[in-house]
């Protein structure tokens, strides 16, 4: 088979809600990150045999298949297609995977894949009434996260909402309210850190209309007292909070896979092979350990173990969440998980975060000189993904 290649990748600020980038459609955020990739990478939009977004949502103004909408208003031809995936916050690595996959059995010599989300856009929907002109009232419903329009059929305990099955899951593994406020302190440390170390500055473009320059829920003078003084968000007695939760955010990301070819074709040799992926999925109500069995499927089908790995980009969901993933991972040192920073200082933009992590590991690792790297997302309705990324 034909192997997959990462060549580049870029993504926008991510917005807090109601934030910097709450005035711009996501359709309008997807195409400014394919316009500018191929802009800055020299690719003639023409020749992209495919374009394949994530996005979470898709009840709003990210209807009607995000990933043709943003091709179409970048401007490029009508002979592009595009197609949307949804796994809820894995949906932009999924796009990734589905990608590779293009390439890797040769449907496709040149795919763009990525993903977007507008949080603060989302809209509230209703169901359609089972009649005309009903005289009692109805219910609106936010889009914005978490269940909705919840079919009766499915047991309760697996409706939980994302914070109560944290909960749950630090409960299970004594995971306490001050390791998971340290581990919060850090994200914001850690990406204030490569910010100011210039980490940032080659693959995050600020979106035309706006203000925003970097992330913008990032808290550079975070520390673990200030986090102790929010209260728990979910339990009256719980350990998750506000702040050692990922917060909710606009954003998108946009990557470049290509075959081996397609170096020439750049004049740039690509940063990264897809060497390995992997799909988990487990109960619903501890959905934040999902990585742990996507993770050990991805090394496996890369040939690999965790000695050699060099660096990981866990999605923070929530501290506990990522705690608990790494409690499992006996043989990973911690200390190699999100060494920019990660979800809770920088932003979780449901659909676009998958491009983010992937594009993150793919720069350390070439700063490092690691020669393998991986990527994972937890995913609500108890599921994980996982990449692994070798260096070229």
Not at 98 to 104: A, D, H, K, W
Not at 114 to 123: D, K
Request: hydrophobic share 45%; net charge negative.
């Amino acid at each position: 088979m034909t192997a997959a290649y990462l060549y580049d990748g870029l993504r926008t600020p991510f917005g807090r809600y109601a934030g910097g980038l709450s005035g711009v459609r996501p359709d309008d955020l997807a195409a400014h990150v394919l316009r500018t990739l191929a802009e800055r990478t020299g690719l003639d939009p023409g020749l992209v045999d495919e374009v394949v977004f994530g996005a979470a949502n898709q009840a709003g103004e990210d209807n009607r298949n995000v990933a043709r909408m943003a091709a179409l208003l970048a401007g490029w031809p009508t002979s592009v297609p595009g197609t949307t995936v949804n796994r809820l916050c894995g949906s932009g690595m999924d796009a990734l995977m589905s990608g590779s996959r293009l390439i890797e059995t040769g449907d496709a010599t040149t795919v763009v894949v990525g993903g977007v989300e507008s949080m603060s856009r989302a809209p509230w929907v209703m169901p359609k009434p089972a009649k005309a002109f009903p005289a009692g009232n109805e219910t609106l419903h936010s889009t914005t996260l978490g269940w909705r329009l919840v079919n009766p059929a499915m047991p309760a305990q697996w409706t939980v909402s994302l914070g109560e099955s944290t909960e749950i899951l630090a409960g299970r593994y004594g995971i306490g309210r001050a390791e998971q406020d340290a581990f919060a302190a850090r994200s914001h440390r850690l990406t204030a850190r490569a910010w100011q170390d210039g980490f940032y500055d080659d693959h995050v473009v600020a979106v035309p209309g706006t203000d925003l320059a970097r992330d913008e829920s990032l808290r550079p003078g975070t520390t673990v007292e200030t986090l102790a003084g929010l209260r728990p968000s979910f339990r009256a007695d719980g350990t998750v909070t506000a702040g050692n939760a990922s917060p909710l955010n606009d954003g998108a990301s946009a990557l470049l896979l290509g075959d081996e070819a397609l170096a020439g074709r750049l004049g740039r040799a690509p940063l990264a092979r897809i060497a390995g992926r992997g799909a988990a999925g487990v109960d619903p109500d501890v959905f934040g350990i999902g990585p742990v069995r996507a993770a050990e499927l991805a090394l496996a089908r890369a040939g690999i173990g965790w000695g050699d790995v060099g660096v990981v980009e866990l999605n923070e969901a929530f501290a506990a969440q990522s705690l608990a993933c790494l409690a499992d991972w006996k043989e990973l040192d911690p200390e190699l998980v999100n060494v920019n920073g990660g979800a809770i200082a920088i932003g979780h933009p449901l659909g676009a975060s998958g491009g983010r992590v992937i594009i993150q590991l793919a720069r350390e690792m070439r700063r490092r000189g690691s020669r393998w790297g991986l990527a994972a997302l937890c995913i609500g309705v108890g599921q994980g993904l996982a990449v692994v990324l070798e260096a070229q």
